[in-house]
């Protein structure tokens, strides 16, 4: 299993940042991801996760309305859409799935909304 998340950066408050997790190793279409954030000094939090279809979502309070998940089947891609971004979204953002009570990590992409 592989994961490989990209497309953090620095970006001000209110601005937009679009992740990516590209999948292998797996069948990624039979499989529910997630993406979680760890911010500086603090415990890794469930942001969002989507069923293997695409068909369900669901968000932690702190980021309704303002992130979306979704997924391409096609690509082995999972993606996170992220619009007004807060200085509290500031953190390292991971891509995650979980295969027989066993959890898989990508390395992380670090997100930093700043002025």
């Known amino acids: 299993v592989q994961l490989v998340e990209s497309g953090g950066g620095l970006v001000q408050p209110g601005g937009s940042l679009k992740l990516s997790c590209a999948a292998s190793?797996?069948?990624?279409?039979?499989?529910?991801m997630r993406w979680y954030r760890q911010a500086p000094g603090k415990e890794r939090q469930l942001v969002t996760g989507?069923?293997?279809?695409?068909?369900?979502?669901n968000y932690a309070d702190s980021v309704k309305g303002r992130f979306t998940i979704s997924r391409d089947n096609a690509k082995n891609t999972v993606y996170l859409q992220m619009n007004s971004l807060k200085p509290e979204d500031t953190a390292v953002y991971y891509c995650?799935?979980?295969?027989?009570?066993?959890?898989?990590w990508g390395q992380g992409t670090a997100v930093t909304i700043s002025s």
């Open positions: 989507i069923t293997s279809t695409g068909g369900t979502t």
């Open positions: 995650n799935v979980r295969r027989y009570n066993v959890d898989y």
């Open positions: 190793g797996f069948t990624f279409s039979s499989y529910a």
